[in-house]
């Protein structure tokens, strides 16, 4: 059986013999492929992080699948080839290791999820529909066009293929979606729920504000058309009583803000169960210098041009009296506001004490 080289023993190999130290049939993951085709370009052996790494220029690896305006290949034999070309399998490859990744993580369960990469004006690669996301192979993705036809790939593509589309048409920065149900983050869609900023200064940084998108059934075109809106300006979207897609400059990026998704709306519900709701918040000036960091680091904020006093503006967050809605108010459609009722018990409890004096 062929030995199977992962990233961390790349690293080893390629710090301590370079290149030429990894055998010819060996099978190599697909971040292992990359950080050896780096080091096969710069022709060097120093691999920061390996054990006898020489100083040299730091490895930042691009997973950014970058194609020529105008380049698209038409023919079905064309789009065949593409398909199966080198790069394209190995992006495909990419989405299989990220599918795992979203299934080990519990963000989805069943056929839940899926996962696309821009791949030309008019081509998506996607994952099929009915298939659990730990357990897909390459072969498995399909080859869309960006109104859902299908072009390449033995599976059937998801239907969810064009909310991902919706956002691709909308946002040219938003070259690969990742979609999942993760627990936290679609518990606070399903209660309609905006997280709150200015909480964690890497959430502010490399995610941005969460958006939240009305409820529309799941592969419809009025969901692609309502979360590609909210996509636009927010790289993570949760969509009402559904889940989340996230949006990167590669599938690796997108994956990374469904991980920053969830855990920020966790930390929020842990946080929002102490002190009886009362979060402390960083400062505007503060979140502003955040979104500075955020701008310098080539991703964009709407937000950029608000004023101070508006970037911690979290009125609308307040978990402990969402907690306490009365169900007849709640069964009435009323908006969560404070528990009137409650409120007059305990006046009327604090009279009859003070009355007994
Ligand atoms: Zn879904």
């Not at 309502?226 to 897609?245: A, K, W």
Request: aromatic fraction near 6%.
């Amino acid at each position: 059986m062929k030995k199977l080289i992962t990233a961390n023993e790349m690293k080893t190999i390629l710090a301590k013999q370079g290149p030429s130290g990894v055998p010819a049939d060996a099978q190599l993951t697909p971040i292992a492929r990359d950080l050896l085709k780096d080091a096969q370009r710069k022709g060097g052996t120093a691999i920061k992080g390996g054990a006898s790494a020489k100083a040299s220029e730091p490895v930042v690896p691009d997973y950014e699948y970058k194609w020529t305006p105008g380049s698209d290949p038409q023919s079905p034999a064309d789009l065949q080839a593409f398909y199966h070309s080198k790069e394209i399998t190995t992006l495909r490859e990419r989405m299989a290791d990220i599918g795992q990744r979203i299934w080990n993580k519990d963000y989805v369960d069943g056929n839940g999820g899926n996962l696309t990469i821009r791949v030309g004006d008019n081509l998506v690669l996607c994952t099929p529909t009915l298939i659990s996301k730990g357990f897909m192979s390459a072969e498995d993705m399909c080859m869309v066009d960006m109104n859902g036809t299908q072009l390449a790939g033995t599976r059937k593509r998801t239907s969810e293929v064009m909310t991902h589309i919706g956002i691709m048409k909308r946002q040219p920065k938003a070259k690969a979606c990742c979609h999942a149900h993760p627990p936290h983050a679609t518990a606070f869609a399903v209660a309609s729920v905006v997280p709150p900023t200015c909480m964690i200064p890497e959430a502010e940084v490399f995610l941005g504000q969460i958006g939240m998108a009305p409820y529309q059934t799941p592969g419809s075109p009025e969901n692609a058309d309502t979360v590609g809106e909210i996509g636009v300006n927010h790289q993570s979207v949760l969509m009402e009583n559904h889940g989340v897609i996230t949006w990167g400059k590669d599938i690796e990026d997108a994956y990374w803000k469904m991980e920053n998704t969830d855990a920020y709306c966790k930390t929020v519900w842990i946080a929002s169960q102490l002190k009886g709701g009362q979060l402390k918040t960083i400062s505007g000036p503060q979140a502003k210098e955040l979104i500075g960091i955020r701008k310098a680091l080539g991703m964009d904020d709407y937000r950029e041009n608000w004023k101070e006093c508006e970037l911690c503006d979290n009125s609308d967050f307040r978990p402990g009296v969402i907690c306490g809605v009365p169900p007849v108010a709640a069964a009435n459609g009323e908006q969560p506001e404070y528990d009137d009722s409650a409120e007059a018990l305990v006046q009327q409890i604090t009279n009859e004490v003070m009355k007994a004096f």
